[in-house]
């Protein structure tokens, strides 16, 4: 079976990546994970799966790991996320620095033929057009999660350069599904319209954004691996159909009956784009069906509660 490392597997891209993976019954799937925001109910049961609790910032633990399996491929999907959290810990962020010298590194020294790494849209910062392309788009962020991500970039391109070490770089907008953190805006708003509390929107709502549903993230990354694409190249995961935060939240008040009434707060000051939509034509090129609306990713969010 082909070797598969998953960092970060406890959180909810990666987890529900390892589900997609094990499903095929044709990769062994190690996850690796420290708990700082993953959870251990997210794990899996299957056979051919092993948890290692390890911090990839820890050379020691990841090592061990690395050298004890000949991984063929890595995930590196291990980060501090969340807007408040990574303004909040910006030095906990360039932590990560040391998480990415470390896969890097054992990477180019064992049997891995190819990492995969999860950028974000955060690296376009405010964007100069719509939607925002590739190669096109320049990279304006100053914040430190968007500089460490940009800087993850920065080593997949530097370690092929240097020792051939192939890459892939996934920059993902706004993924959302049953699995995700309240950290973030569905699933809060999702927690909040269930509940009948008031949904908070920072400003007046008129931020837009993108939601792709996590199915189609998934769908779109295995067939990635499985058909050898993008190598060395950097995509778009995402969905282009532009939403405001102030439609998202209608949205769900609707498909909850939610009592629900929208309070208004103050700006965040920092952080908080008012525009980001991806150029997502190439990732539409390799799917070749149609990408889940926001409200039929909702309605199966609901399901699963």
């Known amino acids: 079976m082909v070797r598969i490392l998953i960092t970060g597997g406890a959180g909810f891209i990666p987890s529900s990546l390892t589900d997609a993976l094990l499903a095929t019954n044709r990769y062994f799937v190690v996850a690796v994970d420290n708990f700082l925001t993953g959870k251990r109910t997210h794990l899996s049961g299957h056979p051919d799966y092993k948890f290692i609790k390890c911090d990839v910032n820890d050379f020691n633990s990841i090592s061990a790991v690395m050298l004890h399996f000949d991984f063929e491929y890595v ?4 980060a501090v996320v969340g807007v408040n959290r990574t303004i909040e810990n910006p030095k906990l962020v360039l932590e990560d620095i040391k998480g990415l010298q470390n896969i890097f590194e054992l990477s180019k020294n064992t049997s891995v033929k190819r990492v995969f790494f999860s950028s974000s849209s955060e690296v376009y910062g405010e964007p100069v057009h719509l939607p925002q392309h590739e190669y096109e788009t320049p990279l304006n962020s100053k914040l430190p999660y968007a500089v460490v991500k940009n800087l993850g970039e920065c ?4 370690y092929h350069k240097e020792f051939g070490l192939d890459y892939t770089i996934f920059r993902f907008f706004n993924t959302y599904g049953p699995r995700q953190s309240e950290d ?9 319209a269930v509940q009948n509390k008031s949904i908070p929107l920072y400003g007046d709502g008129s931020q837009t954004r993108t939601f792709c549903y996590i199915d189609d993230n998934l769908t779109f990354t295995l067939k990635t691996l499985k058909e050898n694409l993008f190598l060395n190249d950097v995509v778009n995961v995402g969905n282009d159909k532009l939403t405001s935060v102030l439609e ?7 498909l909850t009956n939610s009592k629900s009434q929208i309070v208004y707060l103050p700006p965040l000051k920092e952080g908080d784009m008012t525009r980001r939509q991806p150029d997502v034509t190439r990732m539409k090129e390799v799917l070749k069906q149609p990408m889940k609306t926001l409200e039929e990713g909702i309605v199966k969010i609901l399901s699963h509660r």
């Open 155 to 158: 080593f997949c391109r530097s």
């Open 184 to 192: 973030f805006v569905v699933s809060k708003f999702i927690q909040a």
């Open 248 to 254: 998202l939240a209608q949205c769900i008040i609707k």
């Open 75 to 78: 995930f590196h999907y291990a």
